[in-house]
Antibody, heavy 120, light 108 residues
Framework: QVQLQQSGPGLVKPSQTLSLTCAISGDSVSSNSVAWNWIRQSPSRGLEWLARTYYRSKWYNDYAVSVKSRVTIKPDTSTNQFSLQVNSVTPEDTAVYYC??????????WGKGTTVIVSS | DIQMTQSPSSLSASVGDRVTITCRASQSIITYVNWYQQKPGKAPNLLIYSASTLQSGVPSRFSGGGSGTDFSLTISSVQPEDFATYFCQQTYTSPDVTFGGGTKVEIK
């Protein structure tokens, strides 16, 4: 059974960097058939896809246009994890962040979510 | 971006009722639609993928249909554990997937 365990701080100050990690069990971050995603959810923006990383003989990363300049996703094969960094956060980045396993046309396993509040 | 418009935004139903939620895409997405259920404080849970395929372990009272721009999720006989919020998602423009605004199903 695939499980995703999220970790990271729940409070970040404006202009600082938000960092989250997702530990994978029951699958591999290097799997050739899935992608590893970050999605966030807020009352104002709803569910919003942010980024994905996947391995197909080499590593690929994709980002949402709305956050591309501020977001980095990274796989870590040594620990079977992947991470998200969001730079220069503002209160608009306040949301519940989820790590999610995705196939080509659907997303089937979600982490429990991390509530991140951006506030001084 | 493809917009996904769900209706209604909320509804009240009694246990045993038949409930249908609709989702309209701003352009044709063939059958690249998925449906998720979310309960308060929990992550979304995949119910239906590719418009009409039931995810493993999901009760058969859930069904999905549609193609092109109009899609539906039906619960044939609502059970107490089905009171939740439901979201549609389009993956036609993957990785830039988008979600509907959600439909909250409440107890009448």
């Amino acid at each position: 059974q695939v499980q995703l365990q999220q970790s990271g701080p729940g409070l970040v100050k404006p202009s600082q960097t938000l960092s989250l990690t997702c530990a994978i069990s029951g699958d591999s971050v290097s799997s050739n058939s899935v992608a590893w995603n970050w999605i966030r959810q807020s009352p104002s923006r709803g569910l919003e896809w942010l980024a994905r990383t996947y391995y197909r003989s080499k590593w690929y990363n994709d980002y949402a246009v709305s956050v591309k300049s501020r977001v980095t996703i990274k796989p870590d094969t040594s620990t079977n994890q992947f991470s998200l960094q969001v730079n220069s956060v503002t209160p608009e980045d306040t949301a519940v962040y989820y790590c999610v396993r995705g196939f080509s046309s659907y997303m089937d396993v979600w982490g429990k979510g991390t509530t991140v509040i951006v506030s001084s | 971006d493809i917009q996904m418009t769900q209706s209604p935004s909320s509804l009240s139903a009694s246990v045993g009722d038949r409930v249908t939620i609709t989702c309209r895409a701003s352009q044709s997405i063939i059958t690249y639609v998925n449906w998720y259920q979310q309960k308060p404080g929990k992550a979304p849970n995949l119910l239906i993928y590719s418009a009409s395929t039931l995810q493993s372990g999901v009760p058969s009272r859930f069904s999905g249909g549609g193609s092109g721009t109009d899609f539906s999720l039906t619960i044939s006989s609502v059970q107490p554990e089905d009171f939740a919020t439901y979201f549609c998602q389009q993956t036609y423009t993957s990785p830039d997937v988008t979600f509907g605004g959600g439909t909250k199903v409440e107890i009448k």
